[in-house]
């Protein structure tokens, strides 16, 4: 009897492991096809824009002359901008957070109070998710910009708010001001 116990209890654990695995091959096979996703984006929708890949962040800058400003964003600065959340499929789609007021009322976008106002940070390795720190390491006063990232460097397996899990984010950032240290 006692060997029949071990027995099943060594098939439960195999099984268990068995669907960990599988569980995870396919998350990093979601992942992967996200990825896909993004690349054929910008290739389809942005290839005459400068593109900048930081650390499984993509930022597609969408008006090139502030490149002529002289200072851009690193560790230790004060960033101060505007955003604009979505989850990702195959573009930017489904809204999920603004400080924009334009994007809101174009969006039909409300939430019980809203803040409308420029958000400022100190700029540090995890001061946010890692897709929108790798993303805006470099950003210059006055950039438009968006980015695109797996769910990797966003939630990955959380739910978090109305983001569903394991979704591609991307971000339109409007950049107010970045205060050098």
Known sequence: MRR????????????????????????????ADQEASIDSYISSHYADYKVIHRNGSNRII?????????????????????????????SPSQLF???????????????????????????TDDCMISGLVNGLYGVRQGEHC?????ARYGFYDSYVYNIPKLSALAYEIWVDRVIKQ
Do not use: H, W
């Not at 029949?4 to 979601?30: F, P, Q």
């Not at 809101?104 to 100190?122: C, E, G, H, K, W």
């Open 97 to 123: 957070c603004t400080n924009n007021e334009s994007v809101a009322a174009q969006n039909n976008f409300t939430i019980s109070d809203p803040d409308y106002s420029v958000r400022r940070i100190l700029f």
């Open 62 to 90: 969408l008006d090139t002359t502030v490149l002529s400003q002289p200072d851009s964003l690193e560790y230790g600065d004060s960033l101060y901008f505007y955003y604009a959340g979505y989850v990702f499929t195959s």
């Open 4 to 31: 029949k116990t071990i027995l099943y209890t060594m098939i439960i654990v195999a099984a268990a492991l068995a669907g960990s695995s599988c569980s995870k091959k396919n998350k990093e096979l979601t992942i």
């Open 146 to 150: 968006i980015l695109l990232f797996s």
